[in-house]
């Protein structure tokens, strides 16, 4: 299994072959960050540089970890300490950093297809690490390498997406891999949280979801994005939480086996009542180790793309 592309843009064209080379080599790599010393040479040499535009705890932490445990060079840029805030166009600006000679510029940004017209200007590799409501790949890769972690396959599982699917780059990417990888996907949250013909991407769109919970293998919960809202979209943070949150009462329908996702950051009480996002089905933690792995794969096999041509 291969994964021969310049950039990681985004899971809607990948093939299910291009996912599993991600998250085995991902597998294989996770282990560098069990060890005593967490550092092999593998990208010495290569540089990356992590340019965020909007802010990011787990994401932009774990690209750098990554980077570094491999021992590249890594080099992190934020808007406001950036030529930007100066008028430099962002394509002036990623032409001066590939003018440096990076191998990977990592970036995130509040517009969707910022990624793509850095691909198509640059000769560098592009790793989209979120960009505005669209996609965020990486997110998406590291959700499947734990659901495959615990359940060891893909086909045939259900899974649950709650919340504010409208506003989720992350709901995207996943429904974009999950439904590659033969999963049944479906979706629920206020009827103002759902986009319009969401169902073409192979979704069903429930507004009540307690009667699913018992045929779930796995049910990822969502931010409320409320930074993203340009108007309300439901009464209060208390009426959705009473509909739509997950909490032991509704967790009681689940399976034994069940897992409880969430990309973070966790709105507590919201999204998740405490007891559940700490609780023995929460692999959330797990997520973000897996993530350091699968950045480590996206980084190595990026790199080894460009060492090849």
Do not use: W
């Amino acid at each position: 299994m291969t994964f021969n592309r310049k950039d990681l843009l985004g899971l809607e064209d990948l093939k299910s072959s291009e996912i599993l080379a991600l998250i085995e080599n991902a597998e294989s790599l996770k282990e560098i960050s069990q060890r005593d010393i967490k550092k092999v040479p593998t990208l010495r040499g290569k540089t990356v540089i992590c340019f965020f535009h909007e802010p990011s705890t787990r994401t932009r932490t774990s690209f750098e970890i990554a980077g570094k445990r491999m021992s590249a060079d890594t080099v992190n840029i934020s808007a406001s300490g950036s030529s930007l805030v100066k008028g430099e166009t962002l394509k002036d600006m990623a032409r001066n950093l590939e003018a440096m000679a990076p191998d990977v510029i990592i970036i995130r940004h509040s517009v969707p297809g910022t990624p793509h017209l850095l691909a198509h200007t640059l000769k560098t590799s592009i790793v989209n690490a979120g960009d505005g409501a669209h996609e965020h790949p990486t997110q998406a890769l590291l959700d499947l390498m734990t659901i495959r972690e615990h359940k060891g396959k893909f086909e045939g599982l259900n899974v649950l997406l709650v919340g504010d699917i409208t506003h989720s780059r992350v709901a995207r990417s996943n429904i974009y891999g999950m439904t590659t990888m033969g999963m049944n996907i479906t979706v629920a949250g206020p009827p103002t949280t759902i986009p319009p013909f969401i169902e073409r991407l192979g979704v069903k769109v429930v507004h009540r979801y307690d009667h699913l919970i018992p045929e779930c293998d796995v049910i990822m919960m969502l931010r409320v994005q409320k930074e993203r809202f340009h108007r309300p979209l439901f009464p209060s943070m208390r009426e959705y939480s009473k509909l739509f949150g997950l909490n032991l009462k509704r967790l009681q329908k689940a399976r034994e086996d069940v897992l409880i996702m969430h990309p973070g950051p966790i709105n507590r009480g919201i999204e998740l009542d405490p007891a559940v996002a700490d609780g023995p089905f929460s692999v959330i933690l797990e997520q973000v180790t897996n993530g350091v792995a699968i950045r480590m794969a996206i980084l190595y096999l990026l790199c080894r793309g460009i060492s090849e041509k």
